[in-house]
């Protein structure tokens, strides 16, 4: 009785620590600031743009209405298709505004030194 009472605590544990853990990979995006973000990248030389990518999509999303046709660096941020959390929800809620805004502020900074990071 004891070793599956130790089991199951034990079981509560690891779910409460996962729980924790998919929690903090969502929370980040509710006080970063995209333009600083993509400042600071674009200052250090990083031309990487924030795409989105989904079970049935990848996308580079634009303000502007110029998509980038061919860009050569972009990171994904996951947008799940099953929701697991309140946190995810947020984060998938927030994270196209966020690469929108990151996207058009980093193509700016190249933009004005006469850099097209868009095609490659």
Known sequence: MRI???F???CLLVACSQN?????EYE???TADPENDATSAARSGDRTLIGLSGMFVNIIPDVTGNPCNKPKDVRYLRID???DSYAETKFNALAPVYAEH????LRKYF???GQDICNS
């Open 4 to 6: 599956l009472f130790s």
């Open 81 to 83: 298709d099953v929701i």
């Open 8 to 10: 199951v605590l034990l």
């Open 102 to 105: 990151y996207n058009y502020y």
């Open 111 to 113: 933009n004005a030194k």
């Open 28 to 30: 980040w995006i509710l």
């Open 20 to 24: 924790q853990t998919n929690r903090d």
